[in-house]
């Protein structure tokens, strides 16, 4: 190690970045990556960008390819301006799931930023993605590039077509409904432009061959039957849609009456959307960990080969504990936890358990602790878990201890908060399972389903919100949305609260109330 | 070796349609705000800067989100310094919970606030309105040119050489006169230098050194016959003045102040008539303004007075009139200037002298003008009785007359400030609309 770091195998010497330099610390980075941690990723592309180029990627929310709507430019606007006033750094990188995977570089970034970065996002990132559960079920990384190239085309034609309002006033309805647009229990929908476009092509084919003028002048009356009684019609109308549907937007997709062709396609992108980036959703604490912990182990790994000098090593370890910074929850500038932060130190932390455990760990973690091979724990917990589960099986009571953890009660009516749990013996199981709640996506997000729709008679669209421990709605954007599915469902729609645990309805609202506040 | 792209170069503008898209649906909020502002009845600052706060519901992006302190729920917290289990905090005062307590909904979003200069608030305030029927354009009066490029000439002001063209020109002449490079001229040189310092030329040496000498001296004199650049070569920019047709417009604002006009019945025509004023100087860069007003007797006077000077006696309806044809006769033929005009009044005047404005306005002013308005400051509890059209005082009863005779009059009431604004939108709507028959 010495002779080498004499005959000066630094990678880089200047700050300022080259394609050359760039090009050799990637090489190295990719060695200890493959060698020495068993990354598997996706090949990489590296795409270096200004910083204006950088807030357009984050006002269109961080995709290369995005349709185009008014809220992009309201975030590009409201950031742009936080950056200006300098209320605001940028991120240093910017990575996609995709594959190729996609990393784009800061062109302001020094040298030594630049192979912190990639061995942040191009490998740390990349790992993540190619390897998670969540990503190999829900996302489809070779397609996705195409198929956003093709919503955007798609959607620029409609607004060629149907003019930019017509577009827009769907889109705002979509996108409303967004976190209410995943599947959570189905497979992926597979994505493919060829057969996304032959479909519509066939559908619109279909039409203009079935299409006859004559259907117009049957009258109105034959169509309606001889009245039915109410509860067969109830069960047939409840067998041929399955309720409740907790997918709203497929939900509308499918079954609104009101919507035309185009209209559903552009939900339907919507909603591939936003599947799209639930499992990003579900991981942000492992995603963030994953990549901060291996760029960490790599740099110091170069470091220690002397292949990167001091200078550059204290510039990196400087950022680094930038990144991982965690703010006390009474300091001013605390805005959570700081999913950087809870991530890199639970990996450190198995890190310690595999190599040098305690009894208190041996007693915690039966299966791993001591067994020596923390790479392999690492990337088995990395391919097999989301952070509510990680949580759940990973947190030790060292590093509750360690960030001096504790669980706060808040009770609406009460008029204090309660302490339940703190960093001690009676506390650790209450604190981590608490911190695993906390992270899973299904339970915090609120459970609004559709339940029924009589489609035959005044198409009244019902939608239940299930409200668990009495956690309602913020009323004004509540009823905001329904607005918006009501333009979108094209009859009125109801929505109701019940409470999960008696079963009482706490509220009930209908977009006919809507209409006549207005 | 991985894929590395610079995309630097790439253009930079990516969300432009999307930032554009943003300014327009605010432009529609905007737009609402200082409508409603100015309904409310601040007239007064509609001409000044403004901060227009958008309101959330337009711009907003509403989900179904979690009420932030409903129901029961339990967090996690980082840097425990002295609590232990079981302890109570009491809950912040005002219900604003910790200011550093992470909210549920997750959406710090900062309103967004508009500031406005004057010129965007009367921009937008007047935005769909215009003078009706601006047809008589005076070319013989043009005043304004504007320069437009009209290709290439042989002459022209140094400054407006086109260096591009210029050099062209050059150029090709220089190929086609083929003129000598200081390469090739230098090569000769170069050679000859070579062959001369020889210390024993031979015969045949000698010889080329005199040719050598001879092409030399041909094609210097030929790259000092033929120049890098000739007079001939040079153009300039050809800029064409062409004219702009303005349209001459005139309004007059002829205003009842005499003593049956009250406080509050001036305060509504004065209020109109800033409007009035603020709208011509807004959109049309020359249009002439006479103020025109009267009691029993009726003067021209200067902006400052017509809005600020008080003056008290009877009231004769016609006397504006007159004048207003005066000054038409002695400053604004008809035939050059698209002429309009405003007139408030109570509707009071002398018996009698109703008749003699609508033959006024019949025989004369109606053909000399291209809109004609008369605007009724009525009483509010009066508004009620005054519903109908058909109801009204003698002036109005008089003008009804003239309103069905020609299109170009249009009449209307106004009771209180917030008529103001709809009253002003409908008079100058811009589609001329067919002026409502009162």
Redesign the interface.
């Known amino acids: 190690m010495e002779k080498r770091a004499k005959t000066s195998s630094l990678l880089f010497t200047s700050s300022d970045w080259n394609?050359d330099d760039?090009?050799r610390a990637?090489?190295a980075i990719k060695e200890i990556a493959v060698d020495e941690l068993r990354l598997d990723f996706y090949?990489?592309?590296?795409?270096?960008?200004?910083s204006?180029?950088m807030?357009?990627?984050y006002?269109?929310i961080g995709m290369p390819l995005m349709y185009?709507?008014?809220?992009?430019?309201?975030h590009?606007?409201?950031e742009s301006n936080l950056y200006r006033k300098g209320r605001m750094g940028l991120a240093y990188e910017l990575v996609i799931n995709s594959n190729?995977c996609i990393t784009?570089l800061m062109?302001e970034n020094t040298m030594a930023l630049q192979a912190l970065v990639i061995a942040h996002a191009?490998f740390g990132h990349n790992h993540f993605f190619k390897n998670n559960y969540l990503f190999q079920q829900w996302t489809d990384a070779g397609a996705i590039l195409p198929y956003m190239e093709f919503a955007k085309s798609y959607i620029a034609r409609c607004e060629e077509r149907y003019g930019?309002a017509a577009v827009?006033a769907v889109l705002?309805a979509a996108?409303?409904?967004?976190?209410?647009a995943v599947f959570r229990y189905r497979r992926r929908p597979r994505l493919s432009v060829v057969r996304e476009q032959a479909r519509i092509r066939e559908r619109l084919e279909h039409e203009e061959r079935t299409f006859s003028d004559l259907w117009r002048t049957l009258p109105q009356a034959a169509e309606i039957a001889a009245p039915r009684e109410p509860q067969a019609d109830l069960a047939e109308r409840q067998s041929a849609i399955e309720y409740p549907e907790e997918n709203l937007l497929y939900f509308l997709e499918k079954y609104s009456p009101v919507l035309k062709a185009w209209q559903r396609e552009i939900l339907r992108i919507v909603r591939i959307i936003a599947q799209y980036f639930y499992p990003q959703r579900q991981t942000k604490v492992m995603n963030e960990g994953c990549a901060t912990f291996v760029h960490y182990t790599i740099m110091n790994r170069l470091y220690d080969k002397g292949q990167i000098s001091e200078g550059s090593m204290l510039e990196v370890l400087q950022n680094h504990s930038n990144v991982v910074f965690?703010?006390?929850?009474?300091?001013?500038r605390?805005?959570?936890?700081n999913p950087y932060t809870l991530g890199f130190n639970m990996m450190r932390d198995i890190q310690r358990i595999c190599t040098a455990p305690t009894a208190e760990d041996r007693d915690w973690f039966p299966d791993f602790a001591g067994n020596g091979d923390w790479c392999g724990t690492l990337l088995d917990a990395w391919a097999t878990h989301r952070d509510e589960s990680f949580i759940r099986q990973f947190l030790s009571p060292a590093l509750i201890r360690d960030?001096?953890?504790?669980?706060?009660?808040?009770?609406?009516s009460?008029?204090?908060?309660?302490?339940?749990?703190?960093?001690?013996e009676?506390?650790y199981e209450r604190?981590r399972s608490?911190?695993a709640?906390?992270y899973d996506v299904g339970a915090?997000q609120?459970d609004?389903q559709a339940v029924d729709a009589d489609l035959k008679g005044d198409r009244k669209l019902r939608i239940k919100?299930t409200?668990?421990?009495?956690?309602?709605?913020?009323?004004?954007?509540?009823n905001?949305?329904i607005r918006?599915i009501q333009r979108l469902w094209g009859h009125e729609v109801s929505i109701v609260g019940v409470d999960a645990a008696t079963d009482k309805t706490l509220y009930e609202f209908s977009s006919k109330e809507l209409a006549e506040k207005v | 070796m991985p894929n590395f792209i610079d995309r630097r170069l790439n253009p930079k503008d990516k969300s432009l349609g999307n930032r554009q898209r943003f300014l327009r649906r605010a432009r529609e909020e905007l737009k609402r705000a200082i409508n409603d502002r100015i309904k409310s009845g601040k007239i007064g600052t509609a001409d000044q800067d403004q901060i227009i706060p958008i309101p959330r519901k337009g711009i907003g992006e509403p989900t179904f989100q979690r009420a932030p302190h409903s129901g029961r729920r339990e967090e996690v917290l980082p840097g425990n310094k002295t609590f232990g289990t079981g302890d109570r905090i009491p809950r912040p005062a005002a219900g604003g919970g910790k200011g550093s307590e992470p909210s549920a909904s997750g959406d710090g979003e900062d309103d967004f606030q508009f500031a406005l200069s004057r010129e965007e608030v009367l921009d937008l305030f007047f935005e769909d309105l215009e003078l009706p029927d601006l047809v008589k354009l005076n070319l013989k009066e043009v005043v304004t040119f504007r320069p437009r490029r009209a290709g290439y000439t042989m002459s022209g002001n140094p400054t407006s050489i086109s260096v591009g063209r210029t050099m062209f020109n050059s150029f090709g002449r220089r190929i086609a006169l083929r003129r000598p490079r200081q390469a090739e001229i230098d090569a000769i040189a170069a050679e000859l230098l070579k062959l001369e310092g020889e210390r024993r030329p031979s015969a045949a040496t000698q010889q080329r050194i005199a040719e050598l000498r001879e092409e030399h001296a041909t094609l210097a004199r030929r790259r000092k016959l033929i120049p890098y650049i000739d007079p001939i070569d040079i153009r300039f920019n050809r800029f064409e003045p062409q004219p702009v047709p303005n349209a001459n417009a005139v309004m007059f604002c002829l205003m009842d102040v005499s003593g049956s006009m009250g406080e509050r019945e001036k305060d509504l025509a004065k209020r109109f008539f800033v409007l009035l004023h603020l709208f011509l100087k807004r959109r049309y860069e020359k249009t002439d303004i006479v103020f025109i007003r009267h009691t029993h007797e009726a003067s021209e006077v200067d902006e400052d007075t017509f809005f600020y000077s008080t003056q008290s006696g009877g009231t004769v309806v016609s006397t504006a009139l007159d004048e207003m044809l005066r000054v038409i006769r002695e400053r604004y033929p008809a035939k050059d200037w698209n002429i309009y005009a405003a007139q408030a009044s109570d509707g009071d005047n002398i018996p009698n002298d109703s008749e003699r404005c609508v033959s006024i306005l019949d025989n004369t002013l109606m053909s000399l003008c291209q809109y004609y308005a008369y605007v009724e400051i009525i009483d509010e509890r009066e508004s009620e009785m005054f519903r109908h059209a058909d109801n009204g005082t003698s002036l109005w009863n008089a003008y009804r007359e003239v309103s069905a005779a020609w299109p170009n009059f249009a009449m209307t009431r106004i009771a209180k400030p917030s008529d103001i604004y709809p009253v002003f939108h409908e008079l100058f709507a811009k589609a001329p609309a067919p002026a409502k028959r009162g």
Do not use: C
């Not at chain 1, 185009?68 to 309201?74: A, N, T, Y």
């Open positions: 394609f760039l090009s990637y090489d090949p990489n592309q590296i795409e270096v960008i200004s204006e180029q807030l357009d990627a006002s269109s185009q709507h008014w809220s992009f430019g309201k590009f606007v409201h190729p784009y062109e191009s930019p827009e705002d996108h409303a409904l967004m976190p209410q965690q703010p006390s929850f009474d300091d001013p605390y805005g959570g936890l960030m001096r953890l504790f669980s706060l009660q808040e009770e609406a009460d008029p204090y908060y309660e302490v339940t749990a703190i960093h001690d009676r506390g604190v608490r911190l709640d906390n915090t609120p609004i919100h409200v668990h421990n009495g956690a309602t709605l913020v009323e004004e954007t509540r905001e949305t918006y």
